[in-house]
């Protein structure tokens, strides 16, 4: 417990002075946390309130899967899942698991640990990468996963956030009310039309979310593997054809762009591919099938039917 207060501190730390410096902030690329079979083949919000990755880094985060990060830290956690941890106590008997541990094919990219989204730098309360949800949230997952598996040999899930610590949601809350210029240089890449100080009352940023029930999870189908920047700002629209991709099928959108052009049925003005549409329809459906319900403003965030999201946690992710 005291480590992980100790934790909670740096990282907090890390997060007021990372604002002067976040121009060159650099995070590890995702690990070839991949199914075995597709290792060669070749990538805040979640705002629902009531429903709403081993190579090493190279960028001085130096992370690979399953290696624990340090607790000095100016460096960020890498994103990439730790299999070798004990889920959390106070987490474990209210029933969390880490996916990973349920089913490995999953793959996860767990972008609050590491630099690459829309604060620049690692959020409160995510010491290390990994997915921690509710089992029964974990053993839905397997089942969409291996029903995807059916469907498409080579494709899988990826998820970018699970459990997130209550401590996050507020973090990202008092983030966005900060008028430091240097977070902008986030902005193209993860919210390019809204103005930051726009961002909670548009509902990209709330103070309360779901993902703190360990009920919700965000994620999209990936293929093949395809390391994510390794720097930001990368000064691409995150709803444009140019956009920076990660090994996530076509959305339309990155995962986390605060835009129109995330909602799962865009409003006029907003056009998506027809593949870009399939890709979101697979993926709602598949999600549907096995009992989770989708957010029409984000197409990459889901919540399981029945599970008890009003409990919201804040035990930092150790
Ligand atoms: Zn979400």
Same mark, same amino acid.
């Given at each position: 417990m005291q480590y992980g207060l100790r934790r909670v501190v740096v990282v907090i730390g890390i997060g007021l002075s990372v604002s002067a410096c976040v121009r060159k902030v650099t995070h590890a690329p995702p690990a070839s946390n991949l199914?075995?079979?597709?290792?060669?083949d070749d990538s805040r919000g979640g705002t629902s309130g009531s429903n709403p990755q081993g190579q090493t880094g190279h960028s001085g985060t130096g992370a690979t899967t399953n290696q624990v990060p340090h607790s000095d830290t100016d460096q960020a956690p890498a994103l990439v899942r730790n299999q070798s941890l004990p889920v959390p106590a106070e987490l474990a008997s209210a029933g969390f698991v880490d996916l990973s541990a349920i089913e490995p094919s999953i793959s996860t990219e767990m972008r609050y640990a590491g630099s690459y989204n829309f604060m620049g730098r690692p959020a409160a309360g995510y010491g290390v990468a990994r997915c921690l949800?509710?089992? &029964? !949230?974990? %053993?839905?997952?397997? +089942?969409?996963? /291996?029903?995807? &598996?059916?469907?498409?040999?080579?494709?899988?899930? #990826?998820? @970018?956030?699970? @459990? /997130?610590p209550d401590r996050a949601v507020k973090d990202f809350a008092a983030w966005s009310v900060t008028s430091v210029p240097e977070d902008e240089g986030t902005q193209k890449e993860f919210y390019p039309r809204t103005p930051k100080s726009e961002l909670f009352a548009k509902g990209y940023i709330a103070d309360s979310s779901t993902h703190s029930s360990g009920c919700t999870v965000d994620l999209t189908i990936a293929s093949g593997?395809?390391?994510?920047?390794? +720097?930001?700002?990368?000064?691409?629209?995150?709803?444009?054809?140019? /956009?920076? /991709?990660?090994?996530?099928?076509?959305?339309?959108?990155?995962?986390?762009?605060?835009?129109?052009?995330?909602?799962?049925?865009? $409003?006029?003005?907003?056009?998506?591919?027809?593949?870009? #549409?399939?890709?979101? +329809?697979?993926?709602?459906? !598949?999600?549907?099938?096995?009992?989770? +319900? $989708?957010?029409?403003? %984000?197409?990459?965030?889901? @919540?399981?039917?029945?599970?008890?999201?009003?409990?919201?946690?804040d035990v930092a992710i150790e």
């Open positions: 199914p075995m079979n597709l290792a060669s949800l509710k089992q &029964k !949230v974990a %053993e839905a997952l397997q +089942e969409v996963a /291996r029903d995807l &598996k059916k469907d498409a040999a080579t494709h899988f899930l #990826k998820v @970018y956030d699970c @459990y /997130r593997s395809m390391p994510i920047p390794a +720097e930001i700002p990368v000064s691409k629209d995150c709803a444009s054809g140019d /956009r920076n /991709r990660d090994n996530g099928l076509d959305m339309g959108t990155n995962f986390d762009c605060f835009d129109l052009a995330s909602h799962f049925a865009p $409003p006029t003005g907003v056009t998506l591919s027809i593949q870009q #549409k399939q890709n979101r +329809e697979t993926l709602r459906k !598949v999600m549907m099938a096995h009992g989770f +319900e $989708p957010f029409e403003k %984000e197409w990459w965030h889901f @919540y399981l039917k029945g599970c008890d999201g009003s409990q919201r946690l």
